[in-house]
């Protein structure tokens, strides 16, 4: 097989900062990939593909926690992509780090409800989903890139398994 592929720019247009938080996901259930792009405690994009030129960018959120990356998900088991991510401990913020979900409230991707899952002082980097507990729900497990001095195990490298406990409505 010979690879072969053609470079297409999509936006040149965003406001200066750090870009991290990328996903690639059928946010509206059109069939179609969105591509998710965060800045570093800023704004959630998502780019809906019109063609190789064209593609749209709409705003998911205005305030991001993390700078790091973002998973997609049906975290909540209704049937549509939802969104986690967690702030670093290696980056100080103006508080403790937490961990967020962002539920998909209208199954479009146009109407967010965020949810702080985990305020305990602790960070996280390179997390996971999966349904580790075999119960049907997605669990997650995250680890810090550097753990701060102060973080809530006196500084300690850590593994956290966050288990879903959840009760649908």
């Not at 053609?6 to 750090?18: A, E, Q, S």
């Not at 973002?70 to 939802?82: A, L």
Request: net charge negative.
């Amino acid at each position: 097989m010979q690879f072969r592929f053609t470079h297409h720019i999509i936006d040149t247009d965003l406001p200066k900062g750090c870009y991290a938080q990328t996903a690639l996901t059928d946010l509206d259930g059109d069939g179609r990939l969105e591509y998710i792009l965060g800045r570093q405690f800023g704004e959630i994009y998502a780019y809906k593909y019109r063609a190789p030129d064209a593609w749209d960018r709409f705003l998911l959120g205005e305030d991001s926690p993390s700078d790091v990356g973002v998973c997609v998900t049906d975290v909540d088991g209704d049937g549509d992509f939802d969104l986690f991510a967690c702030e670093m401990e290696a980056v100080p913020g103006d508080g403790a780090p937490r961990y967020f979900i962002w539920e998909n409230v209208d199954g479009r991707g146009l109407q967010w409800r965020e949810h702080v899952i985990l305020d305990v002082n602790l960070g996280g980097h390179d997390s996971v989903l999966g349904d580790i507990t075999g119960n049907g729900s997605l669990d997650i497990i995250s680890k810090p890139w550097r753990p701060r001095r102060d973080n809530a195990l006196g500084g300690k490298i850590f593994v956290v398994f966050l288990e879903n406990v959840s009760v649908r409505a």
